[in-house]
């Protein structure tokens, strides 16, 4: 293969100029801001900006599902996984979607149970009580909060590695951004530029792909890689295998618990979800896979990785030059920006609706949740912004310590969609003991097992629990307004 020569921009740092970095910045930041307060037009009610009037029909719903899955973790972390954990490695990101798939039935059972609906934590609060909706509210919550973090110090290094732009300045930007449009617009104006981003997005990962397998000799990468870093090759390296199932219980667990996701399941009309996440999970499957290419070519091109969760975006960049650079720019920036509206958004419904509407214990109105819903987007932005700030880890680090809270969430979910006989009890101790002994592994092991420790334990628990004292759960009740069945959340009941 005839290894590329890096250009004199690498050399100094980076590949776009400063002037270069801040005027695409400019454009893509005037440009989404517009577009949310356009699309936010149509959200008059507190329904419209938080559930989109549960009207969004199958392509605006395979979009928004597609851009919101690929995020900077994608584009990001696919090729770090490669490059530190070798095909395994890019494979094993690419089973995260195997939660879109099987999210797709699970989102129609969701919208028949709960037509009226705002959160997953309204169903796991009527569901199993106070006993679970309180470890699952926390999860929720700091899962959101990690994700959010990880968006915006994504954000900030992008920016840094492809055209010197200070990272707290690049972290800013993209935070404030997203900030300010789904303020103007809610779930209208994030599935609105979802669809944008989706199409941008899929587009220019098709370029890139094509662009680099042309600047690229597959089989000299190999050779190098077989000389070099033979364990890349390897599909016996205990790591990557182990990284696999673990990322896919980690997907499992993120889009089952998630508000993200069953927001948007609330928003679609009847009918659109379960197709709408199964086109959405093929369309995903083959992007991971590609980035991940990425980082598998790092080594063999002898291009300098500082920090692994950058090779995706540098390699692109170096292999194709300026405009290879402004590529990845729009590619990176349209995944955070859609993963970072989202995340705003559902996270605003689950404080309005799930913390502050039950600590004044009485409906608030529409025009009182549309404001609140207004603050806690601020406040949300302000908090990923301040953590941010420091440049805390990789991306994986960081994101992974929520691995084992999330992956003990998806027992109690699948269990409570669809079985009557889990209860309170087994639901509350599944999500704490897995969450506790999956965070042990994480410290003990590695980020790489965490969500699997997590969700084999949380399984087991819940399992057994429910077998010595099942219930007899009467899932009408979950149709019933919310206003109706105050006492019951209270009381942990709801048992026929």
Known sequence: ????????????????????????????????????????????????????????????????????????????????????????????????????????????????????????????????????????????????????????????????????IPYEVGMSVVVGVCVLYTLFGGMYAVIGTDFIQSIIILIGLVVVAIAVLLHVDIAEVHHRLETERPMLLSVLFPAALMALFNNMLFGFGEIFHSNVWWSRAFAMREGVGPKAYALGGLLWLPVPIVA?????????????????????????????????ALLVFVVVFCSLASSIDSLLAATSDLLVNDVVERSVRRPLSDQDKRKLSMYCIIALGGVAWAVAWPNIGTLATVLFFAGPLVGSCIWPIVGGLYLKTPGPVAAGSAMIIGSALGLVAYFAI????????????????????????????????????SDRIGSLDESNTGMS
């Not at 879109?100 to 009580?129: C, D, H």
């Not at 969500?451 to 004292?469: D, P, Q």
């Open 1 to 164: 293969m005839n290894t590329c020569e890096v250009s004199p921009l690498l050399a100094q740092g980076t590949i776009l100029s400063p002037t270069a970095g801040y005027l695409m910045l400019a454009i893509f930041s005037v440009l989404w801001i517009a577009l949310g307060i356009w699309w936010g037009r149509r959200a008059q009610s507190y329904d419209g900006f938080a559930v989109a009037g549960r009207n969004v029909g199958l392509a605006l719903a395979t979009a928004t599902a597609v851009a919101t899955w690929i995020t900077s973790n994608t584009t990001m972390l696919a090729p770090q996984f490669a490059l530190q954990l070798g095909i395994w490695g890019a494979l094993a990101y690419s089973t995260a979607s195997f939660g879109l798939f099987a999210f797709a039935p699970m989102s129609g059972r969701i919208r028949q149970l709960m037509p009226k609906g705002y959160t997953a934590v309204e169903f796991v609060r009527r569901r199993y009580g106070r006993i679970g909706s309180i470890p699952f509210l926390l999860i929720s919550l700091f899962y959101a909060m990690t994700w959010l973090i990880s968006m915006a110090m994504a954000g900030g290094k992008l920016l840094n590695v492809l055209s010197g």
């Open 292 to 324: 991940g290419f990425l980082g598998l070519a790092a080594p063999a091109l002898g291009i300098g990785i500082s920090q692994p969760d950058t090779a995706g975006p540098l390699v692109a960049a170096t292999l194709l030059g300026t405009g290879g």
């Open 446 to 481: 590695g980020w790489f097992v965490a969500s699997l420790v997590g969700a084999a334990v949380s399984g087991i628990v819940f399992a057994v629990v429910t077998l010595a004292s099942p219930n007899q759960f009467d899932f009408s009740l979950l149709s019933e307004p």
